[in-house]
């Protein structure tokens, strides 16, 4: 455990409507990241950042954008939902040479 | 692009038997192998990584590395119905991880 949290834990959105996921830690690392995983792809990397106002792309950062105003919090925002955003998104922070996940955040777009 | 490869099973062992996960990576420029632990409707958890050439033991699992063959694993020996889970290989590129696509493994009692 890295002291990772993530709110929300499940959300029911509508197309076209903006969407913020929360990633919240209490140890001060410095590298964060966002990342999804859908069924036969595994876990592929959003956006990270490595510092407060220092993001940069992942593979699938199409739709998808991020801030970090404080190193304890990494925001990820779906700027107009879609249904094919529909997935499990976790969070994670890099510690002692390891990656540390939060508990993920579902995410459903009808 | 950096791949990571992985055999998605399912792959089914007897209690008590020996499972063996494979994965095979792209970059040989890797150093570090990350094996993690997934339950259904759960974050991955680390089970152990390595960097060396060889294997690392811990408990039940070892990992084994191959470089020169770009191939890391994990025996997970005296398997327990516990064990049933998606197991995900990962490597470190710089400060980023790249992971499987995951194996399943059911161990059955």
């Known amino acids: 455990d890295a002291g990772i949290t993530q709110s929300p834990r499940h959300k029911v959105t509508e197309t076209g409507t903006p969407v913020t996921l929360r990633c919240h830690q209490t140890e001060n690392h410095r590298y964060m990241y966002w990342y999804r995983q859908d069924p036969g792809h595994g876990l592929r990397l959003i956006h990270y950042s490595y510092g407060v106002k220092d993001t940069d792309k992942g593979e699938v950062s199409d739709g998808y954008s991020v801030s970090r105003s404080k190193t304890e919090d990494f925001l990820l925002t779906l700027e107009s939902a879609t249904s094919s955003q529909t997935s499990v998104y976790f969070c994670?922070?890099?510690?002692?040479?390891?990656?540390?996940f939060g508990e993920g955040s579902w995410l459903t777009v009808v | 692009q950096k791949e990571v490869e992985q055999n998605s099973g399912p792959l089914s062992v007897p209690e008590g038997a020996i499972a063996s996960l494979n994965c095979t990576y792209s970059d040989r420029g890797s150093q570090s192998f990350f094996w993690y632990r997934q339950y259904s409707g759960k974050s991955p958890e680390l089970i152990m990584f390595i960097y060396s050439n060889g294997d690392k033991e811990d408990g039940r699992f070892t990992a084994q590395l191959n470089k020169a063959s770009q191939y890391v694993s994990l025996l997970i020996r005296d398997s327990q119905p516990s064990d049933s889970a998606t197991y995900l290989c990962?490597?470190?590129?710089?400060?980023?991880?790249?992971f499987g696509p995951g194996t399943r493994l059911s161990v059955l009692p």
């Open positions: 994670a922070a890099y510690s002692g040479n390891t990656i540390y």
């Open positions: 990962a490597v470190l590129y710089g400060q980023n991880f790249v």
